[in-house]
């Protein structure tokens, strides 16, 4: 039986679970699956971690130990960010070695030159851990519902973000406090912007809809909207009306192409997502022969990150062990454009803070109806002060006529404040 020499890049706290699940699991894993997976080497910037782990004898900080070492046959990218990690995995792969990482960014941003790359060198480049933690999403995309033409992907793929949205809903706490909640109980980052700006998700959703589309989309190329503007009166609205908010991860195939986006949405409360609380994710494919799947779990953490990083690594050792490395799918087969934004259709909740006087709600009633945007119901709160909030539920509306409104009511000198747009779904959708 061949051994496989395994490498790791970063002795984080996903490095390290990754280090824990081989040797807890080396003997199980040369039984079942009949692989033998050996820790060759290490690098990190401290030897600290390498220190409690006990593999002192096989670590260096320079990360040529992994990318150049003979020994090892699978590099493990675990440092994160893109610029140092995208030259360390081009380094391993030039060298022939497969690799295996959990780095959505750098998917996002250099899959396709990483995975063109991998086949010139006749080596692998796996990523399940990239998108959902420890979910299972991109081997059943690229592999079990390869049969399907998939028609659409919606996600809660940032548990930092569906934290805070919880407890903005639960407990009627502002952004800020539910942020500082969330920071205090290491669920958000010191600088939280990856998370409740969307960015976090965009990239997770640009990789999910390369594969699902063979398109090759970029995480620039995700328009995206966070969290941060949402207040406590858009939480109870969403509540009275039968809606939780979340932040959706959307990629759809349209006649027009594909409409990816990134963005805060009232879900009805009978859909399959609306249920995902806390810091679950979950993704909901549709697929034309499959119909509606759901895929939910832990999206990020040590143990449920490690599980996946993991699972890469058996599937390219048992390849390796084999001698049948897979030859990596090319991502632009189909190269479908990006439809374009304004012009998608949705249903929308409108928040207005306006001055409470005589001709406002007529004034409003006519922009919305000069872009031929239909009202499905209005209620006022809030009226003192000489001012008020309405609240419009708007029909299937173009997204350009509705910003296009919006501005107009802005320039009108009757808004106190800046409105509030979010999406509605409803179950079904």
């Given at each position: 039986?061949?051994?496989?020499?395994?490498?790791?890049?970063?002795?984080?706290?996903?490095?390290?679970?990754?280090?824990?699940v081989?040797?807890?699991?080396?003997?199980?894993?040369?039984?079942?699956?009949?692989?033998?997976?050996?820790?060759?080497?290490?690098?990190?910037?401290?030897?600290?971690?390498?220190?409690?782990?006990?593999?002192?004898?096989?670590?260096?900080?320079?990360?040529?130990?992994?990318?150049?070492?003979?020994?090892?046959?699978?590099a493990?990218?675990?440092?994160?960010?893109?610029?140092?990690?995208?030259?360390?995995i081009?380094?391993?792969?030039?060298?022939?070695?497969?690799?295996?990482?959990?780095?959505?960014?750098?998917?996002?941003?250099?899959?396709r030159?990483?995975?063109?790359?991998?086949?010139?060198h006749?080596?692998?480049?796996?990523?399940?851990?990239?998108?959902?933690?420890?979910?299972?999403?991109?081997?059943?995309?690229?592999?079990?519902?390869?049969?399907?033409?998939?028609?659409?992907?919606?996600?809660?793929?940032?548990?930092?973000?569906?934290?805070?949205?919880?407890?903005?809903?639960?407990?009627?706490?502002?952004?800020a406090?539910?942020?500082?909640?969330?920071?205090?109980?290491?669920?958000?980052?010191?600088?939280?912007?990856?998370?409740?700006?969307?960015?976090?998700?965009?990239?997770?959703?640009?990789?999910?809809?390369?594969?699902?589309?063979?398109?090759?989309?970029?995480?620039?190329?995700?328009?995206t909207?966070g969290?941060?503007?949402?207040?406590?009166?858009?939480?109870?609205?969403?509540?009275?009306?039968?809606?939780?908010?979340k932040?959706?991860?959307?990629?759809?195939?349209?006649?027009?192409?594909?409409?990816?986006?990134?963005?805060?949405?009232?879900?009805?409360?009978?859909?399959?997502?609306?249920?995902?609380?806390?810091?679950?994710?979950?993704?909901?494919?549709?697929?034309?022969?499959?119909?509606?799947t759901?895929?939910y779990?832990?999206?990020?953490?040590?143990?449920?990150?490690?599980?996946?990083?993991?699972?890469?690594?058996?599937?390219l050792?048992?390849?390796?062990?084999?001698?049948?490395?897979?030859?990596?799918?090319?991502?632009?087969?189909?190269?479908?454009?990006?439809?374009?934004?304004?012009?998608?259709?949705?249903?929308?909740?409108?928040?207005?803070?306006?001055?409470?006087?005589?001709?406002?709600?007529?004034?409003?009633?006519?922009?919305?109806?000069?872009?031929?945007?239909?009202?499905?119901?209005?209620?006022?709160?809030?009226?003192?002060?000489?001012?008020?909030?309405l609240?419009?539920?708007?029909?299937?509306?173009?997204?350009?006529?509705?910003?296009?409104?919006?501005?107009?009511?802005?320039?009108?000198?009757?808004?106190?404040?800046?409105?509030?747009?979010?999406?509605?779904?409803?179950?079904?959708?």
């Amino acid at each position: 039986m061949k051994t496989i020499g395994i490498g790791i890049l970063g002795l984080g706290t996903v490095g390290s679970g990754v280090v824990r699940v081989l040797q807890k699991h080396h003997d199980d894993f040369l039984r079942d699956q009949e692989i033998d997976l050996k820790l060759v080497a290490v690098s990190s910037r401290r030897d600290i971690q390498a220190r409690q782990l006990g593999l002192a004898d096989i670590y260096s900080p320079d990360p040529s130990h992994v990318t150049a070492n003979p020994e090892v046959d699978i590099a493990v990218e675990l440092i994160g960010g893109t610029d140092a990690a995208y030259q360390h995995i081009q380094a391993a792969l030039r060298a022939n070695k497969s690799v295996v990482t959990a780095n959505k960014a750098l998917i996002a941003t250099h899959g396709r030159e990483l995975m063109s790359l991998a086949a010139e060198h006749c080596v692998e480049l796996a990523f399940e851990a990239a998108v959902g933690g420890g979910i299972p999403i991109i081997g059943p995309l690229r592999h079990n519902l390869a049969s399907n033409r998939i028609l659409s992907i919606i996600g809660i793929v940032n548990g930092t973000t569906n934290y805070m949205l919880g407890r903005m809903s639960d407990a009627g706490l502002d952004y800020a406090t539910a942020l500082a909640e969330a920071q205090e109980l290491g669920y958000a980052e010191a600088d939280p912007a990856a998370d409740v700006e969307g960015l976090d998700a965009a990239a997770k959703i640009a990789i999910l809809a390369t594969i699902a589309y063979n398109t090759d989309i970029r995480l620039e190329q995700v328009p995206t909207q966070g969290i941060s503007s949402l207040t406590p009166t858009d939480m109870q609205a969403a509540a009275e009306a039968g809606y939780v908010v979340k932040l959706l991860a959307v990629a759809n195939r349209s006649a027009e192409g594909i409409d990816i986006r990134v963005h805060p949405a009232m879900v009805e409360q009978s859909h399959p997502l609306a249920s995902v609380t806390g810091v679950f994710n979950a993704i909901y494919v549709v697929g034309d022969a499959v119909g509606e799947t759901m895929f939910y779990g832990r999206g990020a953490g040590e143990e449920p990150t490690a599980s996946s990083v993991v699972g890469d690594l058996i599937e390219l050792a048992r390849h390796q062990t084999y001698q049948k490395v897979i030859a990596q799918p090319v991502w632009d087969t189909e190269d479908l454009p990006l439809a374009d934004g304004g012009k998608i259709a949705s249903r929308f909740y409108l928040r207005l803070p306006v001055l409470d006087k005589p001709g406002t709600l007529a004034t409003s009633a006519s922009v919305f109806a000069k872009h031929g945007i239909s009202v499905a119901s209005m209620v006022q709160h809030g009226a003192r002060d000489g001012q008020a909030e309405l609240i419009y539920f708007t029909h299937l509306a173009p997204t350009a006529a509705v910003e296009t409104a919006l501005t107009e009511l802005t320039a009108s000198g009757l808004l106190t404040n800046a409105p509030s747009c979010i999406r509605t779904m409803n179950a079904g959708e």
